[in-house]
């Protein structure tokens, strides 16, 4: 069973508008949690990580919010740009990063 | 710049096949992780290891073997390519010392077994 589920496999935006990807996770041990962006045929990039002492973190574009009551995580892209679009993993990790397990990924698609 | 290099971009192999996959990273971490992307499954975990010479099973081991004999190398092999194994094949590291650290990926090895 999945212990990080992004349950929506694709999200299309507008440009200039806000993308919001979820992420939800069963295993409460979990202390920290990041989100990696990762295009056709290349690795995954860092993006944005938030550990389980802040319910919010913000990188320009980027803000991440965590709800531990509800054992889910947001990040929201303000504003969406085309060079945005690609697919977006949550990861978390119950170590404060030693190990990390991933979601399955939502494909973003910024529209011009 | 902190790098992860996977020897090879695009490999095809054929059933049966023994395959190693290398992954060499220069940034003197001490923790590194092989990683399978297949669709709607997201990176699985394969095999990690925190040091040279340890190794531990990831969630999907069955098939697989790794060796981590240098610090800066970890290496997937393949006992026995199946069709089943054709898959995008990622390394990742990261550092044990501190907290709140991340995963630097390699740029990926796509695997095609026929």
């Known amino acids: 069973d999945q212990q990080v589920k992004q349950n929506s496999p694709s999200l299309s935006v507008q440009e200039g508008r806000i993308s919001i990807l979820n992420c939800d996770y069963t295993?409460?041990?979990?202390?920290?949690f990041l989100w990696y962006k990762k295009y056709p045929a290349e690795g995954p990039t860092f993006l944005i990580s938030?550990?389980?002492?802040?319910d919010k973190n913000e990188d320009g574009r980027f803000t991440v919010f965590l709800n531990k009551s509800a054992k889910h995580l947001s990040l929201h892209i303000v504003p969406s740009q085309p060079g945005d679009s690609a697919v977006y993993f949550c990861a978390a990790s119950e170590n404060y990063g030693q190990n990390f397990v991933f979601g399955p990924g939502t494909r973003l698609s910024v529209l011009p | 710049d902190v790098k992860v290099t996977q020897s090879s971009r695009y490999l095809v192999k054929r059933t049966g096949e023994k395959v190693f996959l290398e992954c060499v990273q220069d940034?003197?971490?001490?923790?590194m992780f092989w990683y399978r992307q297949d669709p709607g499954l997201g990176l699985r975990l394969i095999y990690f290891s925190y040091d040279v010479k340890m190794k531990e099973k990831g969630d999907i081991p069955e098939g697989y073997s790794v060796s981590r004999e240098k610090k800066e190398r970890f290496s997937l092999i393949l006992e026995s390519a199946s069709t089943n194994q054709t898959s995008m094949y990622l390394c990742a590291s990261s550092s044990s010392r501190g907290i709140y650290t991340e995963a630097f990926f390699g740029q990926g090895t796509r695997l095609t077994v026929v």
């Open positions: 940034m003197d971490h001490e923790n």
């Open positions: 295993n409460s041990m979990f202390d920290y």
């Open positions: 938030i550990s389980s002492i802040k």
